[in-house]
């Protein structure tokens, strides 16, 4: 999978950035073509006029260890990377049909909170049981949302490309492509809202602090974000719709 957002709708850590990153040999829309280029019979992607894109390729059967979903619901996008061991329970609790998949389910509960807020979001995926990682694009209100799970089994990488453009994507030679040293392992555990930046999900009451990485080389490479066993935050976030309260989000 592979997500690109346009510099403006995500504005990621500036940890994230490499000095020592040199211009990288492809521009995100080179990479995409790479992309679909590797998924011929697999692969779609979709733009989003000037806000960015998403592309996915669904797996091969003969090829697949993790289950990958795309799902949409007005104007909301969102690929999932794992399974949930207890989306029974979740489908129930949220009145969806037994038959939605996980992809589905995280759109509710995203719109859900968005939209009416009753509990903070980092109760909802703190009830997500298994192993996941997902992107999602609220295109009507230019949100992106993104979540990795805190054992560790779906790797997600984002960076920062040369035009200032973030990518994020569960291959790392893809972001390395447009991104240079300026990428790092999404943190597990962790939730990136683009009104609101990076949280941990497991301890919401902390902050992030950057973690200086070297490569192989000895150059420097975008940071790796932990938490801050030692600070406190109390998060909020605006809710976005026709109403004017404030949510809860954190």
């Known amino acids: 999978m592979l997500g690109v957002f346009k510099n403006g709708v995500v504005n990621p850590p500036q940890?994230?950035?490499s000095p020592a990153s040199t211009m990288a040999s492809k521009s995100p829309e080179e990479t995409l073509k790479d992309f679909l280029a590797s998924n011929p019979s697999n692969g779609f992607s979709l733009?989003?006029?000037?806000?960015g894109f998403l592309a996915y390729a669904s797996p091969q059967r003969q090829l697949m260890s993790q289950q990958r979903l795309f799902c949409s619901l007005n104007d909301v996008y969102c690929i999932f990377l794992g399974s949930l061991n207890n989306l029974c329970t979740l489908n129930k609790q949220y009145g969806l049909s037994k038959i939605s998949n996980e992809a589905m389910f995280v759109i509710e509960a995203y719109c859900t909170l968005r939209d009416r807020g009753p509990i903070p979001a980092?109760?909802?995926l703190k009830d997500l049981e298994g192993d996941?990682?997902?992107v999602i694009?609220?295109?009507?209100?230019?949100?992106?949302?993104a979540a990795n799970g805190g054992d560790k089994s779906v790797n997600l990488f984002w960076g920062?490309?040369?035009?200032g453009c973030v990518m994020i994507s569960d291959n790392v030679d893809v972001v390395k492509a447009s991104c240079g040293k300026s990428y790092a392992?999404?943190?597990?555990?962790?939730m990136y809202h683009s009104e609101r930046g990076l949280m941990s999900f497991e301890h919401p009451m902390k902050k992030m602090k950057a973690m200086p990485r070297v490569d192989s080389e000895g150059a420097l490479c975008g940071a790796y974000f932990a938490v801050d066993a030692y600070s406190k935050v109390n998060p909020t976030m605006p809710r976005v719709g026709s109403e004017a309260n404030w949510a809860t989000w954190g």
């Open 185 to 190: 392992p999404f943190p597990a555990g962790c």
């Open 122 to 124: 980092h109760r909802v």
């Open 47 to 51: 733009e989003f006029s000037d806000k």
């Open 15 to 17: 940890e994230l950035y």
């Open 132 to 134: 996941f990682g997902f």
């Open 137 to 145: 694009y609220d295109h009507k209100a230019g949100v992106v949302f």
């Open 160 to 163: 920062i490309a040369g035009d």
